[in-house]
T-cell receptor, first 113, second 112 residues
């Protein structure tokens, strides 16, 4: 049973397109996150949600819009994709805000051509 | 601000060698410290953690001790295996905060 799942695993698209990445967790956690990992493997948080409420928005361009329809899902929609958006995007969850352990999904590799 | 600095990679070792990956941190408060591992093509997995000074986290033969006096959390393993080849991330989280702050990652390759 997958704890944190993401779809799609790979996404290749043209500049200017709009795309979404979906994330689901079946751990019953209250808090979910999106991280971006660049080509040098550097990981940085983008957003966190707690019980469907936005908690962290880490100076991400407003072309990125997270949506949490319920606390088990946190989707990431990206408008007007740019070359610099190419990266691996990881979803994660934790039991509650400030909890020590975060559980990560397998990642979505986004390539913008 | 809060930050984590890891030793530059890549690190290449032979099987059964001793491993140390250095990690130091800067924090405005009192953090919990973590090592995460990312195997090829996979997401991150928690390897070990320590939540207070002098705590030692351990898992799968890896160990790290929370050293407040040197603000360090170095990862060690006495005898590495080929299957340990991965990228290792040191990270911290402040009490009451939600976001993990990661180091830049260290790629480890173990040759048979």
């Amino acid at each position: 049973d997958t704890a944190v799942s993401q779809t799609p695993k790979y996404l290749v698209t043209q500049m200017g397109n709009d795309k979404s990445i979906k994330c689901e967790q079946n751990l019953g956690h209250d808090t979910m996150y999106w991280y971006k990992q660049d080509s040098k493997k550097f990981l940085k948080i983008m957003f966190s949600y707690n019980n469907k409420e936005l908690i962290i928005n880490e100076t991400v361009p407003n072309r990125f819009s997270p949506k949490s329809p319920d606390k088990a899902h946190l989707n990431l929609h990206i408008n007007s994709l740019e070359l610099g958006d190419s990266a691996v995007y990881f979803c994660a969850s934790s039991q509650q805000m400030g909890d020590n352990e975060q559980f990560f999904g397998p990642g979505t590799r986004l390539t913008v051509l | 601000g809060n930050s984590v600095t890891q030793m530059e990679g890549p690190v290449t070792l032979s099987e059964e060698a001793f491993l140390t990956i250095n990690c130091t941190y800067t924090a405005t408060g009192y953090p919990s410290l973590f090592w995460y591992v990312q195997y090829p093509g996979e997401g991150l997995q928690l390897l070990l953690k320590a939540t207070k000074a002098d705590d030692k986290g351990s898992n799968k033969g890896f160990e790290a001790t929370y050293r407040k006096e040197t603000t360090s959390f170095h990862l060690e393993k006495g005898s590495v295996q080929v299957s340990d080849s991965a990228v290792y991330f040191c990270a911290l989280i402040l009490q009451g905060a939600q976001k993990l702050v990661f180091g830049q990652g260290t790629r480890l390759t173990i040759n048979p």
